[in-house]
């Protein structure tokens, strides 16, 4: 009797001592305040709804986080948004204010001039406060050379690169033996510039026999009626195009390709939302894009939960605003993993801790590479198809279209060398 008392006391002492634990836990988190993240990324201008739709993915997986228990004890995530203007000048200024903040993480997607310039100012603060380091996590920015010799340890990229996307484009191609002339329309800068050299060199490589009939280069954010570059291409009777063109340089060139009646098919980066699917209008059958998940794979590979996530969003930011940056959920869950490992808000720790870091995701597990900090993850290439056909069960932006996957090819398949060289604290 005396040794069951003695451990129910044992027992009940236990109790209370986790409660008052978890108690000072959570009002130490409570005492420390949120973990700030900067969005750095156009909210206003030519590319302002680019901006805006990548705000909106990280505010609701930040909410999705949260509910969920934060980070670090029980700490809250909390984004703070500063607009780059698509200006580098401008982005180093906001990137300057949010390190005065005390904001130790810093996410952007748009303009590789940006991201070298968020990069220069990172490395240079970071070497005159070592106890006071900045994160910059790239969910969008993907020229090739970042994270090969410009690589950089507190650079980490979410999003594959150019060649690992342009490889996926050409292998649908080359399946494709109706195929047999090829156009490349891009935006006039170093990311264009990068599609276009790929495109060339791959094509070469896996299809010989394809002639490249255009290779056109254009201002970025400049151009208001593609309807000359549409008839070029239409002249040409090119049987497909490759474009890297993203926010309005795509729905822009979208708009006049239906506009003219263009029959050529388009494989795209970011033709897959952000008004590209709603500015195709006949032209989307025969539109294409490569992306590492589309909402219709919850139907293909039989992912409910996926589909209630997916439709949750659609419930907060309306059918116009489609989920579609699937790589600022994994950012966040494999940033909060880190800080976890971690133990507490450092970034050089951080870094360390996502280094080599293989992340479960519900497609497949993703894995960030040490050596130059660029993610290898599942790549698919889709094709829009008729809603209500061939598991197309969500249509994009009320256009009654949506993307099926064509070929799938696995993130080990996609990892491709780096000259990176990188320099470690």
Same mark, same amino acid.
């Given at each position: 009797?005396?040794?069951?008392?003695?451990?129910?006391?044992?027992?009940?002492?236990?109790?209370?001592?986790?409660?008052?634990?978890?108690?000072i836990?959570?009002?130490?988190?409570?005492?420390?305040?949120?973990?700030?993240?900067?969005?750095?990324?156009? &909210?206003?201008?030519?590319?302002g709804?680019?901006?805006?739709?990548?705000?909106?993915?990280?505010?609701?997986?930040?909410?999705k986080?949260?509910?969920?228990?934060?980070v670090?004890?029980? +700490?809250?995530?909390?984004?703070?948004?500063?607009?780059?203007?698509?200006?580098?000048?401008?982005?180093?200024?906001?990137?300057?204010?949010?390190?005065?903040?005390?904001?130790?993480?810093v996410?952007?997607?748009?303009?590789?001039?940006?991201?070298?310039?968020?990069?220069?100012?990172?490395?240079?603060?970071?070497?005159?406060?070592?106890?006071?380091?900045?994160?910059? &996590?790239?969910?969008?920015?993907?020229?090739?050379?970042?994270?090969?010799?410009?690589?950089?340890?507190?650079?980490?990229?979410?999003?594959?690169?150019?060649?690992?996307?342009?490889?996926?484009?050409?292998?649908?191609?080359?399946?494709?033996?109706?195929?047999?002339?090829?156009?490349?329309?891009?935006?006039?800068?170093?990311?264009?510039?990068?599609?276009?050299?790929?495109?060339?060199?791959?094509l070469?490589?896996?299809?010989?026999?394809?002639?490249?009939?255009?290779?056109?280069?254009?201002?970025?954010?400049?151009v208001?009626?593609?309807?000359?570059?549409?008839?070029?291409?239409?002249?040409?009777?090119?049987?497909?195009?490759?474009?890297?063109?993203?926010?309005?340089?795509?729905? &822009?060139?979208?708009?006049?390709?239906?506009e003219?009646?263009?029959?050529?098919?388009?494989?795209?980066?970011?033709?897959?939302?952000?008004?590209?699917?709603?500015?195709?209008?006949?032209?989307?059958?025969?539109?294409?894009?490569?992306?590492?998940?589309?909402?219709?794979?919850?139907?293909?590979?039989?992912?409910?939960?996926?589909?209630?996530?997916?439709?949750?969003?659609?419930?907060?930011?309306?059918?116009?605003?489609?989920f579609?940056?699937?790589?600022?959920?994994?950012?966040?869950?494999?940033?909060? +993993?880190?800080?976890?490992?971690?133990?507490?808000?450092?970034p050089?720790?951080i870094?360390?801790?996502?280094?080599?870091?293989?992340?479960?995701?519900?497609?497949?597990?993703?894995?960030?590479?040490?050596?130059?900090?660029?993610?290898?993850?599942?790549?698919?290439?889709?094709?829009?198809?008729?809603?209500?056909?061939?598991?197309?069960?969500?249509?994009?932006?009320?256009?009654?279209y949506?993307?099926?996957?064509?070929?799938?090819?696995?993130?080990?398949?996609?990892?491709?060398?780096?000259?990176?060289?990188?320099? +470690?604290?």
């Amino acid at each position: 009797m005396l040794r069951k008392v003695f451990l129910c006391v044992i027992a009940t002492l236990f109790i209370f001592s986790g409660i008052v634990a978890t108690g000072i836990n959570n009002a130490e988190a409570k005492e420390k305040g949120p973990v700030k993240i900067a969005f750095l990324d156009p &909210l206003s201008g030519a590319f302002g709804d680019v901006g805006d739709s990548g705000s909106r993915h990280f505010a609701f997986v930040t909410d999705k986080i949260n509910a969920e228990g934060g980070v670090l004890g029980g +700490r809250k995530l909390e984004m703070v948004y500063f607009d780059s203007k698509l200006s580098p000048k401008e982005s180093v200024i906001q990137l300057k204010n949010a390190i005065n903040q005390g904001i130790r993480f810093v996410v952007h997607g748009n303009m590789t001039s940006i991201s070298a310039a968020i990069i220069s100012t990172i490395s240079k603060h970071n070497r005159r406060n070592p106890d006071k380091t900045i994160m910059y &996590l790239n969910y969008s920015a993907v020229t090739p050379s970042l994270t090969q010799k410009k690589c950089n340890f507190w650079h980490f990229r979410f999003d594959s690169h150019v060649d690992i996307k342009v490889k996926a484009i050409v292998g649908a191609i080359a399946q494709d033996r109706s195929i047999k002339k090829v156009y490349l329309i891009n935006q006039n800068y170093s990311f264009g510039k990068s599609v276009s050299s790929a495109a060339k060199r791959m094509l070469k490589v896996e299809r010989p026999d394809i002639k490249i009939v255009g290779d056109t280069f254009h201002s970025i954010g400049k151009v208001k009626d593609f309807s000359a570059y549409v008839a070029r291409i239409k002249k040409s009777k090119a049987d497909a195009v490759i474009t890297g063109n993203w926010g309005s340089d795509m729905t &822009l060139l979208a708009k006049s390709a239906s506009e003219i009646g263009l029959k050529s098919k388009f494989f795209t980066f970011y033709a897959g939302a952000l008004g590209g699917p709603s500015a195709m209008g006949k032209a989307i059958n025969g539109l294409n894009v490569v992306v590492e998940w589309h909402p219709n794979l919850a139907v293909e590979v039989k992912r409910p939960s996926d589909g209630e996530f997916y439709e949750k969003y659609l419930a907060k930011n309306g059918v116009k605003k489609p989920f579609y940056y699937y790589r600022v959920k994994v950012m966040l869950e494999m940033l909060v +993993r880190a800080m976890n490992i971690a133990g507490k808000e450092d970034p050089r720790l951080i870094a360390y801790a996502l280094e080599n870091m293989r992340h479960p995701t519900v497609y497949g597990e993703v894995y960030m590479r040490g050596q130059d900090h660029q993610i290898f993850t599942p790549l698919y290439v889709a094709e829009f198809a008729r809603k209500g056909t061939n598991n197309v069960k969500y249509g994009i932006e009320g256009s009654g279209y949506g993307p099926k996957t064509i070929t799938r090819i696995e993130a080990k398949d996609t990892e491709l060398p780096s000259s990176c060289k990188m320099k +470690r604290p």
